[in-house]
Protein backbone atom coordinates (compact mmCIF):
# COMPACT_ATOMS: atom_id res chain seq x y z
CA UNK A 1 0.00 0.00 0.00
CA UNK A 2 1.05 3.74 0.04
CA UNK A 3 3.60 5.23 2.21
CA UNK A 4 3.35 8.88 3.38
CA UNK A 5 6.56 8.97 5.83
CA UNK A 6 7.04 12.67 7.46
CA UNK A 7 9.64 13.98 9.65
CA UNK A 8 10.51 14.59 12.06
CA UNK A 9 7.83 13.24 14.18
CA UNK A 10 8.05 15.39 16.99
CA UNK A 11 9.41 18.30 17.27
CA UNK A 12 9.56 20.76 20.48
CA UNK A 13 10.23 24.59 19.78
CA UNK A 14 10.37 27.85 21.91
CA UNK A 15 7.04 29.91 21.25
CA UNK A 16 8.56 32.72 18.32
CA UNK A 17 10.96 29.92 16.76
CA UNK A 18 10.00 28.55 12.80
CA UNK A 19 8.81 25.23 12.66
CA UNK A 20 8.71 22.54 9.56
CA UNK A 21 6.95 19.80 8.88
CA UNK A 22 8.14 17.68 5.88
CA UNK A 23 6.02 15.31 3.89
CA UNK A 24 6.95 12.18 1.41
CA UNK A 25 4.70 9.76 -0.53
CA UNK A 26 6.18 6.80 -1.86
CA UNK A 27 3.54 7.17 -5.10
CA UNK A 28 2.66 9.82 -7.00
CA UNK A 29 -0.02 12.04 -5.43
CA UNK A 30 -3.27 14.09 -7.95
CA UNK A 31 -3.16 16.52 -4.51
CA UNK A 32 -1.58 16.88 -1.41
CA UNK A 33 -3.94 17.83 1.89
CA UNK A 34 -2.87 19.50 5.09
CA UNK A 35 -4.86 18.49 8.39
CA UNK A 36 -4.26 19.47 12.27
CA UNK A 37 -5.12 17.51 14.58
CA UNK A 38 -5.03 19.25 18.69
CA UNK A 39 -4.99 16.85 21.52
CA UNK A 40 -7.68 15.13 22.00
CA UNK A 41 -9.58 16.03 18.71
CA UNK A 42 -10.26 15.19 15.16
CA UNK A 43 -8.23 16.43 12.53
CA UNK A 44 -9.21 19.55 10.96
CA UNK A 45 -8.84 20.70 7.16
CA UNK A 46 -5.99 22.99 6.55
CA UNK A 47 -5.29 23.36 2.78
CA UNK A 48 -5.37 21.13 0.02
CA UNK A 49 -2.39 21.87 -3.25
CA UNK A 50 -2.63 20.13 -6.51
CA UNK A 51 -0.73 21.48 -8.55
CA UNK A 52 3.08 20.51 -9.08
CA UNK A 53 5.39 23.48 -7.30
CA UNK A 54 2.36 24.85 -5.79
CA UNK A 55 2.94 27.37 -2.89
CA UNK A 56 0.39 28.22 -0.56
CA UNK A 57 0.22 30.58 2.16
CA UNK A 58 -2.48 31.17 5.40
CA UNK A 59 -0.84 34.07 7.62
CA UNK A 60 2.20 32.39 9.26
CA UNK A 61 1.59 29.26 7.24
CA UNK A 62 3.40 28.33 4.02
CA UNK A 63 2.45 25.33 2.09
CA UNK A 64 4.34 23.68 -0.40
CA UNK A 65 3.65 20.59 -3.35
CA UNK A 66 7.00 19.51 -4.40
CA UNK A 67 7.65 19.61 -8.56
CA UNK A 68 7.41 15.62 -8.68
CA UNK A 69 3.84 15.71 -6.44
CA UNK A 70 5.62 13.17 -4.16
CA UNK A 71 6.43 15.51 -0.92
CA UNK A 72 5.11 18.32 0.19
CA UNK A 73 6.10 20.47 3.32
CA UNK A 74 4.24 22.76 5.82
CA UNK A 75 5.84 25.89 7.93
CA UNK A 76 5.01 27.63 10.63
CA UNK A 77 6.75 31.12 11.09
CA UNK A 78 7.08 32.95 14.76
CA UNK A 79 4.99 29.84 16.62
CA UNK A 80 2.18 30.78 18.78
CA UNK A 81 1.14 28.25 21.42
CA UNK A 82 -2.17 27.80 19.47
CA UNK A 83 -0.12 25.91 17.08
CA UNK A 84 0.35 22.86 18.90
CA UNK A 85 -1.01 19.68 17.83
CA UNK A 86 -0.31 17.11 15.33
CA UNK A 87 -0.01 18.03 11.78
CA UNK A 88 -1.01 15.47 8.79
CA UNK A 89 -0.55 15.59 5.50
CA UNK A 90 -2.89 13.43 3.68
CA UNK A 91 -3.59 12.45 0.04
CA UNK A 92 -5.40 10.38 -2.51
CA UNK A 93 -2.55 7.96 -5.07
CA UNK A 94 -5.12 8.50 -7.91
CA UNK A 95 -7.53 5.73 -6.72
CA UNK A 96 -10.70 6.27 -3.91
CA UNK A 97 -8.74 5.77 -0.99
CA UNK A 98 -7.14 8.76 1.28
CA UNK A 99 -3.84 8.09 3.31
CA UNK A 100 -3.03 10.20 5.96
CA UNK A 101 1.11 10.80 6.66
CA UNK A 102 2.65 10.10 9.81
CA UNK A 103 2.21 12.91 11.56
CA UNK A 104 3.98 15.52 13.30
CA UNK A 105 3.81 16.34 17.04
CA UNK A 106 4.24 20.22 17.63
CA UNK A 107 5.38 21.26 21.09
CA UNK A 108 5.32 24.73 21.76
CA UNK A 109 7.16 25.87 24.97
CA UNK A 110 6.24 29.01 26.12
CA UNK B 1 -19.37 24.42 7.13
CA UNK B 2 -19.89 20.98 6.74
CA UNK B 3 -20.68 18.56 9.70
CA UNK B 4 -19.83 15.25 10.62
CA UNK B 5 -21.59 13.46 13.33
CA UNK B 6 -20.10 10.32 15.02
CA UNK B 7 -21.58 8.44 18.26
CA UNK B 8 -21.19 7.22 20.48
CA UNK B 9 -17.99 9.11 21.60
CA UNK B 10 -17.07 6.26 23.69
CA UNK B 11 -18.33 2.74 24.63
CA UNK B 12 -16.63 0.06 26.63
CA UNK B 13 -18.34 -3.40 26.15
CA UNK B 14 -17.46 -6.83 27.00
CA UNK B 15 -15.31 -9.28 24.91
CA UNK B 16 -17.49 -10.96 22.19
CA UNK B 17 -19.89 -8.50 21.79
CA UNK B 18 -20.49 -6.17 18.96
CA UNK B 19 -20.44 -2.72 19.05
CA UNK B 20 -22.08 0.11 16.46
CA UNK B 21 -20.54 3.05 15.49
CA UNK B 22 -22.36 5.43 13.55
CA UNK B 23 -21.22 8.48 11.21
CA UNK B 24 -23.88 10.77 9.91
CA UNK B 25 -23.18 13.53 7.72
CA UNK B 26 -25.66 16.22 8.81
CA UNK B 27 -26.10 19.41 6.37
CA UNK B 28 -24.73 17.49 2.89
CA UNK B 29 -24.91 14.63 1.33
CA UNK B 30 -21.72 12.55 1.44
CA UNK B 31 -20.97 10.52 -1.67
CA UNK B 32 -17.99 8.62 0.09
CA UNK B 33 -17.34 8.09 3.74
CA UNK B 34 -13.57 6.66 4.87
CA UNK B 35 -13.33 4.88 8.70
CA UNK B 36 -9.87 5.11 10.19
CA UNK B 37 -8.30 3.41 13.38
CA UNK B 38 -6.19 5.57 15.36
CA UNK B 39 -3.78 3.92 18.33
CA UNK B 40 -2.57 6.63 21.21
CA UNK B 41 -0.05 9.18 19.05
CA UNK B 42 -0.15 7.78 16.02
CA UNK B 43 -1.24 8.63 12.46
CA UNK B 44 -4.67 7.17 11.18
CA UNK B 45 -4.84 4.27 9.18
CA UNK B 46 -7.32 3.66 6.71
CA UNK B 47 -9.09 0.58 7.56
CA UNK B 48 -11.92 1.36 4.43
CA UNK B 49 -13.41 3.07 1.53
CA UNK B 50 -17.12 3.28 1.59
CA UNK B 51 -19.50 4.83 -1.55
CA UNK B 52 -23.05 4.85 -1.07
CA UNK B 53 -24.75 1.64 -2.27
CA UNK B 54 -22.73 -0.30 -2.94
CA UNK B 55 -19.71 -2.42 -0.85
CA UNK B 56 -16.90 -0.80 1.00
CA UNK B 57 -13.46 -1.32 0.03
CA UNK B 58 -11.20 -2.57 2.81
CA UNK B 59 -7.53 -2.00 3.74
CA UNK B 60 -5.19 -4.82 3.19
CA UNK B 61 -5.21 -6.58 6.76
CA UNK B 62 -8.67 -5.18 7.46
CA UNK B 63 -10.87 -8.35 8.14
CA UNK B 64 -14.24 -7.44 6.72
CA UNK B 65 -16.24 -9.79 8.69
CA UNK B 66 -14.86 -8.55 11.55
CA UNK B 67 -15.58 -4.41 10.79
CA UNK B 68 -18.90 -4.57 8.78
CA UNK B 69 -19.40 -1.64 6.99
CA UNK B 70 -23.13 -0.39 5.64
CA UNK B 71 -23.27 3.04 3.51
CA UNK B 72 -27.00 2.58 3.36
CA UNK B 73 -27.75 6.21 2.93
CA UNK B 74 -25.77 9.90 1.54
CA UNK B 75 -25.88 10.75 4.93
CA UNK B 76 -25.32 7.70 7.00
CA UNK B 77 -22.06 4.98 7.19
CA UNK B 78 -22.17 2.44 10.28
CA UNK B 79 -19.48 0.37 11.24
CA UNK B 80 -19.94 -2.72 13.26
CA UNK B 81 -17.34 -4.85 15.55
CA UNK B 82 -18.14 -7.80 16.00
CA UNK B 83 -17.24 -10.21 18.63
CA UNK B 84 -15.26 -7.60 19.88
CA UNK B 85 -11.73 -8.14 21.66
CA UNK B 86 -9.36 -6.20 23.71
CA UNK B 87 -6.94 -6.32 21.11
CA UNK B 88 -10.05 -3.94 19.05
CA UNK B 89 -9.81 -1.02 21.81
CA UNK B 90 -8.82 1.93 19.64
CA UNK B 91 -9.93 5.21 18.44
CA UNK B 92 -12.13 4.70 15.52
CA UNK B 93 -13.06 8.16 13.36
CA UNK B 94 -15.18 8.38 10.19
CA UNK B 95 -15.00 11.25 7.31
CA UNK B 96 -17.16 12.08 4.95
CA UNK B 97 -16.45 13.94 1.20
CA UNK B 98 -19.12 15.10 -1.04
CA UNK B 99 -17.99 16.44 -4.44
CA UNK B 100 -18.41 20.32 -4.03
CA UNK B 101 -16.09 20.30 -1.43
CA UNK B 102 -13.17 19.78 -3.86
CA UNK B 103 -12.03 16.68 -1.65
CA UNK B 104 -11.85 17.96 1.61
CA UNK B 105 -12.72 15.85 4.31
CA UNK B 106 -14.80 16.45 7.40
CA UNK B 107 -13.80 14.22 10.33
CA UNK B 108 -16.93 12.91 13.12
CA UNK B 109 -15.16 13.95 16.34
CA UNK B 110 -14.55 9.36 17.15
CA UNK B 111 -15.25 7.15 18.78
CA UNK B 112 -13.14 5.41 22.26
CA UNK B 113 -13.76 2.07 22.13
CA UNK B 114 -12.36 -0.24 24.94
CA UNK B 115 -13.18 -3.57 25.32
CA UNK B 116 -12.96 -6.05 28.44
Known amino acids: GQQVMQIPQYQHVQEGEDFTTYCNSS?????IQWYKQRPGGHPVFLIQ?????EVKKQKRLTFQFGEAKKNSSLHITATQTTDVGTYFCAGPPGGNQFYFGTGTSLTVIP | GAVVSQHPSWVICKSGTSVKIECRSLDFQATTMFWYRQFPKQSLMLMATSNEGSKATYEQGVEKDKFLINHASLTLSTLTVTSAHPEDSSFYICSARAPQFQGKLFFGSGTQLSVL
Open chain 1, 27 to 31: TTLSN
Open chain 1, 49 to 53: LVKSG
